[in-house]
């Protein structure tokens, strides 16, 4: 009896993501929104061409200005460079630490039950979801507990925006974080069907001693010609 419960709950399970994901579906094909929308690494689109990122770290309002290229035609890697730190060249440990950063790959995925339209008045369409936990590793725990949200203009199809929020408080390594928060704006390359991203701006307020400390990281991404 305890399996065939067991059995049950899984098939119900299972629908209820298949059916949240059908009504996102039905949503997007109501706009004609390509479902590349949902790929959670739209990021990733990048590397399929030549840019540079000009990346400002801000904390305590001092600013760090780091200066980065990729270029996708390199054959042997290192294709990314970092060109310099607050215009100058970057020490070793800044190096270390940028070539640290880009060596790492993710590839998270959807929890499908966890997707969700919160918003459609004709104007907007707004789908939130969370990661699949078992697809995040350990240095990105703390993703489980943020919410994802897709913001669709409706009239044009386009996707504008990606925002993320922390639902409870998180731990980042060995520090607490009370607020994380992310916003990626997208521009849509007409001649490849895909997007990439225009801006990035990532803040996170880290408690320690008692104290509040807010960092702000802003990418900004120029495809090269």
């Known amino acids: 009896m305890k399996r065939l419960l067991l059995a049950i709950m899984a098939v ?52 760090k200005v780091y200066i980065s290229t990729f270029d996708p035609n390199k054959q042997d890697p290192p294709q990314w460079t970092l060109v310099s730190v607050n215009g100058k060249n970057p020490s070793k440990g800044e190096q270390k630490a940028f070539d640290k950063e880009h060596n790492l790959k993710t590839n998270f995925k959807v929890d499908d039950n966890s997707y969700k339209v919160t918003k459609d008045d004709g104007n907007t369409l707004e789908i939130t979801y969370q990661y699949d936990p078992t697809t995040i590793d350990g240095d990105h725990g703390f993703f489980k507990d943020c919410l994802f949200t897709l913001h669709i203009n409706a009239k044009t199809g386009r996707l504008k925006k990606m925002t993320e929020v922390n639902l409870k408080d998180l731990r980042i390594k060995i520090l607490k974080a009370i607020k994380l928060t992310t916003e ?42």
Not at 27 to 46: G, H, I, M, Q, R
Not at 195 to 206: Q, W
Not at 207 to 218: F, V
């Open 12 to 63: 119900l399970l299972g629908y209820s993501a298949f059916a949240q994901k059908s009504l996102v579906l039905q949503a997007l094909k109501k706009y004609n929104v390509s479902e590349e929308v949902l790929n959670p690494n739209l990021k990733d689109n990048l590397e399929k061409y030549a840019h540079e990122v000009q990346r400002t770290v801000t904390v305590n309002d001092k600013d």
């Open 184 to 225: 990626v704006t997208y521009q849509y390359i007409e001649k490849d069907k895909t997007y990439v991203p225009v801006n990035d701006r990532v803040e996170v307020v880290i408690k320690m001693l008692g104290n509040e400390m807010p960092m702000i990281t802003t990418d900004k991404y120029t495809l090269k010609p």
